[in-house]
């Protein structure tokens, strides 16, 4: 029933930026906080930053003054803009969301397929 998307990734250059984006969409009733994270194959997948449903941001460590979430409530709709990119960053990265489907549904945990980036040097 819900989908998530995302796009924007792709190849950038050490110091670049990208701007991803996640839409959600199906049987939304309540679309709370939003999260991207990122993994690379072999190691865990890692938060990266979150929204929650009224638009307080939250940054790990190493995103703090070089990354920016927000949200599009009427597009349901998360962005993350990354600047000054490095190696580091590579990854493919996930979108999240916290969701009810229905009055009467739990609030359940949804993933996107994923994004990959790319920096090179």
């Known amino acids: 029933q819900v989908q998530l998307v995302e796009s924007g990734g792709g190849l950038v250059q050490t110091g670049g930026s990208l701007r991803l984006s996640c839409a959600a969409s199906?049987?939304?009733?309540?679309?709370?906080?939003m999260t991207w994270y990122r993994q690379v194959s072999g190691t865990e997948r890692e938060l990266v930053a979150s929204?929650?449903?009224?638009?307080?941001?939250m940054y790990a460590e190493n995103q703090k003054g070089r990354s920016t979430i927000s949200r599009d409530a009427a597009k349901n709709t998360v962005h993350l803009e990354m600047n000054n990119l490095t190696r580091d960053d590579t990854a493919v990265y996930y979108c999240?969301?916290?969701?009810?489907?229905?009055?009467?549904?739990?609030?359940?945990?949804?993933w996107g397929k994923g994004t990959l980036v790319t920096v090179s040097s």
């Open positions: 199906g049987s939304i009733f309540t679309l709370g906080a």
């Open positions: 999240n969301a916290l969701i009810r489907t229905s009055a009467t549904s739990a609030v359940g945990n949804f």
């Open positions: 929204i929650d449903n009224v638009g307080k941001p």
